[in-house]
């Protein structure tokens, strides 16, 4: 069983900047990659930043240049900075981790989200 929590949302004006946390707890295999998503209301979830277990990451197009995903292997834990926030940034953002098995299977988990406002 692993869990996730996310945290570090809130309301921040236009241009401003938060820092997002995900701490993954339970039995968490040591080959997992971890990202972030995010869902604004009546849209569909999208895909934020994603970093592999051998720290290679990515950022969707519209976050490049403003936000950096990192992470902390031996915390478990991956952070979302975001910077020059703009209001179509609003939306709950979720941490994922995909854990790999020697099989080569995955699993998926993922957090209850924070809420991250951004206004104008």
């Known amino acids: 069983q692993v869990q996730l929590v996310e945290s570090g949302g809130g309301l921040v004006q236009a241009g401003g900047s938060l820092r997002l946390s995900c701490v993954a707890s339970g039995n968490v295999f040591p080959i997992n990659d971890m990202g972030w998503y995010r869902q604004a209301p009546g849209k569909q979830r999208e895909l934020v930043a994603y970093?592999?277990?051998?720290?290679?990451?990515s950022l969707t197009d519209s976050v490049k240049g403003r936000f950096a995903i990192s992470r902390d292997n031996a915390k478990h834990t991956a952070y979302l900075q975001m910077n020059s926030l703009k209001p179509e940034d609003t939306a709950v953002y979720y941490c994922l981790i995909k854990m790999y098995f020697k099989d080569g299977s995955y699993s998926d988990y993922w957090g209850r989200g924070t809420q991250v406002t951004v206004s104008s």
């Open positions: 970093i592999t277990s051998v720290d290679t990451a």
